[in-house]
C-alpha cells in the first residue's frame, strides 16, 4: 500500500488538460515543500517532471506544471500531446525518518 | 553529460544476498551530495530503497533497515547496493539514481533482478 494516494487513471483528447491529485498527510505532502512529479514511458526509466511542488526542470515542457494545497499535490498537463501517455508517480520527502514515500501511480491516456 | 548504468545478477536464490553497482560516467561521483536507489515491482509502483552521501553516510527506507547496505566506491566512481535474506518479494526492476533537492533528478535504465530458485 503506498503512501501517497492517487487515482489509478485520467484521461485528455489531444490539446486538452488533465489534472492528476496526490493525497498524503500533515507529516509528507502537507508539511513538505519537497514534492515532485515523475513520468514514466513503458519499459523506461522514470524521469523528473517537477519538483519542490511547482519547478519544472530544464527541457521539460511548460504544459507541466505544479501546485498544492494542503495534505494534496496536483500536477497539470496543458495541451495533451500523444506523448504525454505515461504513468505519473508522485513523491514526497517526508521527513529524516521515512524519507521519500512515493504514491501508487496515475495512468494518463490521451484519447 | 552525466549517465548511471546499473549492473549485477539478474537471479538471485531465496535467502541470498542480491548485489548490484551502478556506475556513474561523465562527471565525479564526489560532485553530488547524494545518490540512492529505487525499485519497482512488475506491474506496480515506485519504492525508495535508500541513499549515500559522497562522504559515506547512509540512509535507508525503515521498512528494509536491516537487509540493506548501500556502499560507495570513489576510486571506481560507483556506488553498490545490497539486500540481504532475498525473497521473492524483491523481485523487481532496481535503478539507481542522482539526488536532486529532495528528488530524484536522473536514473539509470533500471535492471531486472528476479528472486527465484
Known amino acids: 500500500q503506498s503512501a501517497l494516494t492517487q487515482p489509478p487513471s485520467a484521461s485528455g483528447s489531444p490539446g486538452q488538460s488533465v489534472t492528476i491529485s496526490c493525497t498524503g498527510t500533515?507529516?509528507?505532502?502537507?508539511?513538505?515543500?519537497?514534492v515532485s512529479w515523475y513520468q514514466q514511458h513503458p519499459g523506461k526509466a522514470p524521469k523528473l517532471m517537477i519538483y519542490g511542488v511547482t519547478e519544472r526542470p530544464s527541457g521539460v515542457p511548460d504544459r507541466f506544471s505544479g501546485s498544492k494545497s494542503g495534505n494534496t499535490a496536483s500536477l497539470t498537463v496543458s495541451g495533451l500531446q500523444a506523448e504525454d501517455e505515461a504513468d505519473y508517480y508522485c513523491?514526497?520527502?517526508?521527513?529524516?525518518?521515512?524519507?521519500?514515500?512515493f504514491g501508487a501511480g496515475t495512468k494518463v491516456t490521451v484519447l | 553529460q552525466v549517465q548511471l548504468q546499473e549492473s549485477g545478477p539478474g537471479l538471485v536464490n531465496p535467502s541470498g544476498t542480491l548485489s548490484l553497482t551502478c556506475g556513474v560516467s561523465g562527471g565525479s561521483i564526489s560532485s553530488t551530495k547524494w545518490w540512492s536507489w529505487v525499485r519497482q515491482p512488475p506491474g506496480k509502483g515506485l519504492e525508495w530503497i535508500g541513499e549515500?552521501?559522497?562522504?559515506?553516510?547512509?540512509n535507508y527506507n525503515p521498512s528494509l533497515k536491516g537487509r540493506v547496505i548501500i556502499s560507495l566506491d570513489t576510486s571506481k566512481n560507483q556506488f553498490s547496493l545490497k539486500l540481504s535474506s532475498a525473497t521473492a518479494a524483491d523481485t523487481a526492476v532496481y535503478y539507481c539514481?542522482?539526488?536532486?533537492?529532495?528528488?530524484?533528478?536522473?536514473w539509470g535504465q533500471g535492471t531486472l533482478v528476479t528472486v527465484s530458485s
Open positions: 539514481a542522482r539526488n536532486g533537492d529532495y528528488n530524484l533528478q536522473l
Open positions: 500533515s507529516s509528507d505532502v502537507g508539511g513538505s515543500n519537497y
Open positions: 513523491s514526497s520527502y517526508a521527513g529524516s525518518n521515512t524519507f521519500y514515500v
Open positions: 549515500i552521501y559522497h562522504s559515506g553516510s547512509t
